[in-house]
């Protein structure tokens, strides 16, 4: 009697570790990729792919848990792909693997490709296999299928998170569209691509909006803009551009400011700001034309249309804008600047669109903006601004190429002409005449993809408040 009892009670042992084996072994782990590749993106699902056998890698972008039935979003680089678990089709195992995903955690999974309309791009997968690369640990203080979550400092903190939500991921696919359409057109326009220093030894446009950094032994400024080297440029290659970051210590705390941005920055030689206002209307009109091109499905998911525009573009003289506004009641003297809240003055069908505001005073302008030449309009500078509504985007002018005028312009804003002989020297061996332009990416970026914040046109934003991550 005794030996049954022990046997019994061997058996029992046995069995209830072998149950806490199994229940161990249907807990969710970890695991390397070992031999398992991605087959396809979920871009690649198609009816071509129907009962065959593919897998799949990403994130979890959410999950729907219905009990017997389980529904995932995994969200690889090109889109989302979705993935059906029922209790009936799947393994005791897969499926209770499957009930522990969180959403976030990185994955593989193996499956079936089956037609369902309601799915993204109308397919399926029927799950065989799982594996998880890395197990999200808690649920983000945000949805990432949410247009409009919390507020914006919050998701910065988690930027790479933040990053994952459809309406990003379609900005920075519009942005990508927006560098390489610049880059194509300006190489077909006979200009050549160039970098330049971003640790400087004098201000660049003479303000005191500048970084300090230590040099070695010595002060230096992070680069405002590569103005002056490109200006150099042109003597040696004639047709240059620059695609590159510029720092500016501006305090400001506004949704159109950065510290730290993306300037398209374009010079050329033997023209003046006529014929570089003509390039810069072209590069926009081509920018655009890319966008619609390559970035429907971005636009649909920004639930916004890319605007339609003519060349050439209205142009309104500072002048007349200025005589506008004291008409409509505004108290502005002639040589004020126009900030943004004046101009949302100006008549609402100027605003609506991009068009330039040329010859602007010539004592708003930087030392190197060429004054006009005709007797008495000297106060005048051969200067433009490009704007979307009352959002600036780009600035540019004639450049001054003589050395004594240029010189004469410095010591009117009281420069320190000795900080800039390295530049003033070149002026002695041809100096050709020449203009150009710096664009704002991320201010372009608000206006073609309708972004109300500058922070949410960039992957990590620097500003007055930002220095993290």
Same mark, same amino acid.
């Given at each position: 009697?005794?030996?049954?009892?022990?046997?019994?009670?061997?058996?029992?042992?046995?069995?209830?570790?072998?149950?806490?084996?199994?229940?161990?072994?249907?807990?969710?782990?970890?695991?390397?990729?070992?031999?398992?590749?991605?087959?396809?993106?979920?871009?690649?699902?198609?009816?071509?792919?129907?009962?065959?056998?593919?897998?799949?890698?990403?994130?979890?972008?959410?999950?729907?848990?219905?009990?017997?039935?389980?529904?995932?979003?995994?969200?690889?680089?090109?889109?989302?792909?979705?993935?059906?678990?029922?209790?009936?089709?799947?393994?005791?195992?897969?499926?209770?693997?499957?009930?522990?995903?969180?959403?976030?955690?990185?994955?593989?999974?193996?499956?079936?490709?089956?037609?369902?309309?309601?799915?993204?791009?109308?397919?399926?997968?029927?799950?065989?296999?799982?594996?998880?690369?890395?197990?999200?640990?808690?649920?983000?203080?945000?949805?990432?299928?949410?247009?409009?979550?919390?507020?914006?400092?919050?998701?910065?903190?988690?930027?790479?998170?933040?990053?994952?939500?459809?309406?990003?991921?379609?900005?920075?696919?519009?942005?990508?569209?927006?560098?390489?359409?610049?880059?194509?057109?300006?190489?077909?326009?006979?200009?050549?691509?160039?970098?330049?220093?971003?640790?400087?030894?004098?201000?660049?446009?003479?303000?005191?909006?500048?970084?300090?950094?230590?040099?070695?032994?010595?002060?230096?400024?992070?680069?405002?803009?590569?103005?002056?080297?490109?200006?150099?440029?042109?003597?040696?290659?004639?047709?240059?551009?620059?695609?590159?970051?510029?720092?500016?210590?501006?305090?400001?705390?506004?949704?159109?400011?950065?510290?730290?941005?993306?300037?398209?920055?374009?010079?050329?030689?033997?023209?003046?700001?006529?014929?570089?206002?003509?390039?810069?209307?072209?590069?926009?009109?081509?920018?655009?034309?890319?966008?619609?091109?390559?970035?429907?499905?971005?636009?649909?998911?920004?639930?916004?249309?890319?605007?339609?525009?003519?060349?050439?573009? $209205?142009?309104?003289?500072?002048?007349?804008? #200025? %005589?506008? *506004?004291?008409?409509?009641?505004?108290? /502005?003297?002639?040589?004020? =600047?126009?900030?943004?809240?004046?101009?949302?003055?100006?008549?609402?069908?100027?605003?609506?669109?991009?068009?330039?505001?040329?010859?602007?005073?010539?004592?708003?302008?930087?030392?190197?903006?060429?004054?006009?030449?005709?007797?008495?309009?000297?106060?005048?500078?051969?200067?433009?601004?490009?704007?979307?509504?009352?959002?600036?985007?780009?600035?540019?002018?004639?450049?001054?190429?003589?050395?004594?005028?240029?010189?004469?312009?410095?010591?009117?804003?009281?420069?320190?002409?000795?900080?800039?002989?390295?530049?003033?020297?070149?002026?002695?061996?041809?100096?050709? $005449?020449?203009?150009?332009?710096?664009?704002? #990416? %991320?201010? *372009?970026?608000?206006?073609?993809?309708? /972004?109300?914040?500058?922070? =949410?046109?960039?992957?990590?934003?620097?500003?007055?408040?930002?220095?993290?991550?």
């Amino acid at each position: 009697m005794l030996r049954v009892i022990k046997v019994k009670l061997s058996v029992a042992i046995k069995s209830l570790k072998l149950s806490r084996s199994l229940e161990l072994n249907d807990v969710l782990q970890e695991e390397e990729i070992g031999r398992w590749r991605r087959t396809h993106y979920s871009s690649e699902i198609n009816s071509s792919l129907e009962d065959r056998e593919v897998i799949i890698m990403g994130w979890v972008s959410s999950k729907r848990d219905h009990g017997n039935i389980l529904f995932i979003i995994v969200r690889d680089r090109y889109g989302e792909v979705q993935v059906i678990a029922k209790k009936s089709e799947c393994s005791k195992l897969l499926f209770g693997q499957m009930q522990q995903i969180k959403e976030h955690t990185s994955l593989a999974i193996r499956g079936t490709i089956r037609p369902q309309d309601k799915a993204p791009n109308g397919f399926e997968i029927i799950p065989l296999e799982l594996k998880a690369f890395s197990i999200a640990r808690k649920a983000a203080p945000f949805m990432t299928q949410n247009k409009t979550p919390i507020g914006i400092d919050t998701r910065l903190d988690l930027r790479a998170i933040d990053l994952r939500r459809n309406v990003l991921q379609s900005i920075f696919h519009i942005r990508y569209t927006v560098l390489n359409a610049s880059r194509e057109f300006l190489s077909r326009q006979g200009f050549i691509e160039v970098n330049t220093p971003k640790m400087i030894a004098t201000a660049t446009e003479g303000g005191a909006a500048l970084f300090p950094i230590f040099y070695y032994d010595r002060e230096a400024f992070l680069a405002q803009s590569p103005q002056l080297y490109k200006e150099q440029l042109t003597m040696a290659f004639e047709n240059v551009f620059e695609i590159g970051p510029i720092f500016r210590a501006e305090p400001s705390r506004t949704n159109r400011h950065l510290s730290e941005s993306i300037s398209i920055d374009v010079e050329k030689a033997f023209v003046d700001y006529n014929d570089i206002m003509n390039l810069l209307e072209r590069l926009i009109l081509h920018v655009l034309d890319s966008v619609k091109e390559k970035n429907q499905n971005d636009l649909a998911n920004l639930d916004f249309q890319s605007p339609n525009i003519e060349l050439p573009f $209205p142009k309104y003289s500072y002048s007349d804008l #200025l %005589e506008q *506004l004291q008409e409509g009641g505004e108290r /502005i003297a002639w040589g004020d =600047d126009l900030s943004p809240q004046t101009m949302r003055n100006l008549p609402d069908e100027r605003m609506n669109g991009f068009y330039f505001i040329t010859d602007w005073p010539t004592s708003l302008k930087p030392f190197y903006v060429k004054p006009k030449t005709a007797p008495g309009s000297e106060r005048v500078s051969e200067s433009f601004d490009l704007m979307y509504g009352s959002l600036e985007i780009s600035s540019g002018s004639t450049r001054i190429n003589r050395k004594d005028e240029l010189l004469e312009r410095m010591k009117k804003q009281g420069l320190n002409t000795q900080a800039f002989d390295y530049h003033l020297k070149v002026f002695d061996y041809g100096m050709p $005449p020449h203009a150009g332009f710096g664009v704002g #990416l %991320e201010r *372009l970026m608000m206006a073609i993809a309708k /972004i109300d914040n500058i922070r =949410d046109a960039i992957l990590y934003p620097r500003d007055i408040d930002r220095l993290t991550p």
